[in-house]
């Protein structure tokens, strides 16, 4: 029976984990002399029933943004995933580990009418004379861009399991690796983050940050962009991560049109473009250890991070700084403590984040609250069968503003994710999740207009999906 549980653990973790970013080195470390090349993916698609603040909505005739009317959402949505991972590994004759891991994903659009890309509008008119009459006609012709693959990661590694692990490119770094106590190996394996799952779902003001909750740090603001990151070998259970990034650019992203020092250099400093500043982040440098250990049977991980990062200076007149930040941006300073324990099938986590940060890893204004936020979760596996849940709870500063009145000083948010899976094989699982978030900041307007009446600053939203998984 044990043996049961640990192959549908590793046949789980095969099944949902995203593959490039916890790994460091080869999972399966190749001969030495010989290169492998992979060429991985994996398909996710969900079928689903969401409700939310904003489903419908009712645009009010003096809006000079968006059309004025009644707005609904059909309640019956799918969302779906495709990403492939191209890569090799290999060994030199003299032991030395390298590679290359990288991760495509499709992207995002507006909506459109099946075409899985961008469609861009463009009016045009022409006049035509009917004997003495004049005729305009206005043409309107849609172009699709239909490039909508991107890199997600693409990185390469060098190094050895005795000293430890070089890698560059756009990369996970400690805070991420690191990771402990967020158990999100269930269900669509997403939850509130905007990694594809059933989160995107929801109109984006009715769930916690909008899918972008900062006690996830598995998420991209942190693991694409260009670094360098350094992972030690284990000694006695015990080993560290440090990284260092430079800019919150990705490879070949601030280049392209870099004549001179502007806002479309890829590593500035300074600016006096106030649009520039809170946006862009400059020599972020994150480190942690973790402890792993097995005792009788129990699967112990530990692991304690910390995380720093400068804004962009700004050279611009103070009065121009946004109404939102009026005195500038604080650095991000965050840290996490996190543990786990797996014994028979059983998983239990918790997760504490917290310090100088707004969701989605962005910097907070000055003058406005630290940030704070926990998770706890659980897992269970009994055969192929899989069932976990877990809660999250935040604060954060949200749309308070230091000299603004008429805002609540805390943006509270909370939710909670149950989901069961059915594993037929390695490449194949089925699944099931239930999502439910709540936001709550009393003066914040973009939780106030839903359906055209005043919500004193609560939205929620739940929803409840089946999908399936296939991976290759």
């Known amino acids: 029976?044990?043996?049961?549980?640990?192959?549908?653990?590793?046949?789980?973790?095969?099944?949902?984990?995203?593959?490039?970013?916890?790994?460091?080195?080869?999972?399966?470390?190749?001969?030495?002399?010989t290169l492998v090349v992979h060429f991985n993916g994996y398909l996710q698609f969900e079928l689903g029933d969401e409700s939310s603040s904003y489903n419908?909505?009712?645009?009010?005739?003096?809006?000079?943004?968006?059309?004025?009317?009644?707005?609904?959402?059909?309640?019956?949505?799918?969302?779906?995933?495709?990403?492939?991972?191209?890569?090799?590994?290999?060994?030199?004759?003299?032991?030395?580990?390298?590679?290359?891991?990288?991760e495509i994903r499709t992207g995002y659009s507006n909506a459109g009418v099946?075409?899985?890309?961008?469609?861009?509008?463009?009016?045009?008119?022409?006049?035509?004379?009917?004997?003495?009459?004049?005729?305009?006609?206005?043409?309107?012709?849609?172009?699709?861009?239909?490039?909508?693959?991107?890199?997600?990661?693409?990185?390469?590694?060098i190094g050895t399991p005795e000293f430890g692990f070089v890698r560059f490119?756009?990369?996970?770094?400690?805070?991420?690796?690191?990771?402990?106590?967020?158990?999100?190996?269930?269900?669509?394996?997403?939850?509130?983050?905007?990694?594809?799952?059933e989160a995107l779902m929801f109109p984006s003001n009715s769930v916690p940050a909008g899918g972008n909750q900062f006690i996830y740090a598995d998420q991209t603001p942190l693991y694409a962009t260009d670094k360098v990151v350094y992972v030690s070998p284990a000694i006695d259970g015990l080993n560290a991560v440090i990284g260092y990034e430079p800019n919150s650019n990705g490879l070949k992203e601030g280049y392209q049109t870099d004549t001179f020092a502007s806002s479309t250099s890829a590593n500035l400093s300074s600016s006096p473009v106030p649009g520039d500043i809170g946006s862009r982040r400059k020599n972020l440098v994150d480190g942690g250890i973790q402890y792993l250990d097995t005792v009788d049977g129990f699967k112990i991980k530990a692991s304690a991070d910390l995380l720093h990062a400068a804004p962009i200076a700004y050279t611009g007149p103070a009065a121009s700084l946004p109404a939102t930040a009026p005195f500038g941006y604080d650095s991000l300073n965050v840290y996490?403590?996190?543990?786990?324990?797996?014994?028979?099938?059983?998983?239990?986590?918790?997760?504490?984040?917290?310090?100088?940060?707004?969701?989605?890893?962005?910097?907070?204004?000055?003058?406005?609250?630290?940030?704070?936020?926990?998770?706890?979760?659980?897992?269970?596996?009994?055969?192929?069968?899989?069932?976990?849940?877990?809660?999250?709870?935040?604060?954060?500063?949200?749309a308070y503003a230091p000299v603004a009145k008429?805002?609540?000083?805390?943006?509270?948010?909370?939710?909670?994710?149950?989901?069961?899976?059915?594993?037929?094989?390695?490449?194949?699982?089925?699944?099931?999740?239930?999502?439910?978030?709540?936001?709550?900041?009393?003066?914040?307007s973009s939780l106030e207009t839903a359906e055209g009446t005043a919500k004193r600053g609560n939205t929620q939203g739940q929803a409840i999906g089946v999908g399936a998984t296939i991976k290759w």
């Open 114 to 157: 099946g075409q899985n890309g961008k469609t861009t509008a463009t009016n045009t008119t022409t006049t035509t004379t009917v004997g003495t009459t004049k005729v305009v006609t206005a043409v309107t012709t849609a172009t699709n861009s239909l490039s909508n693959l991107y890199v997600k990661r693409a990185y390469g590694y």
């Open 1 to 33: 029976m044990r043996k049961l549980l640990l192959a549908s653990v590793a046949i789980l973790s095969a099944t949902l984990a995203m593959s490039g970013g916890a790994r460091a080195q080869p999972v399966k470390p190749v001969e030495a002399g």
């Open 406 to 444: 008429g805002v609540a000083r805390t943006l509270s948010e909370y939710g909670f994710a149950v989901g069961a899976n059915y594993v037929i094989s390695p490449n194949l699982s089925l699944f099931t999740q239930y999502l439910y978030g709540h936001r709550h900041q009393p003066g914040n």
């Open 169 to 197: 490119g756009q990369t996970d770094s400690a805070f991420t690796l690191l990771q402990a106590g967020v158990i999100e190996a269930f269900g669509d394996g997403g939850q509130w983050t905007l990694e594809g799952g």
């Open 56 to 102: 419908t909505i009712t645009i009010p005739s003096t809006s000079t943004t968006t059309t004025p009317g009644t707005y609904k959402l059909n309640p019956v949505t799918t969302i779906g995933d495709f990403r492939v991972y191209p890569g090799f590994d290999a060994q030199t004759v003299d032991g030395i580990e390298y590679g290359v891991a990288t």
């Open 336 to 398: 996490q403590f996190g543990a786990q324990e797996t014994f028979a099938g059983l998983t239990l986590g918790a997760n504490l984040k917290g310090g100088q940060v707004e969701d989605g890893y962005t910097f907070k204004p000055k003058g406005a609250r630290d940030a704070l936020a926990y998770t706890i979760g659980a897992s269970y596996v009994l055969g192929p069968y899989v069932i976990g849940a877990s809660y999250f709870n935040s604060q954060s500063s949200g």
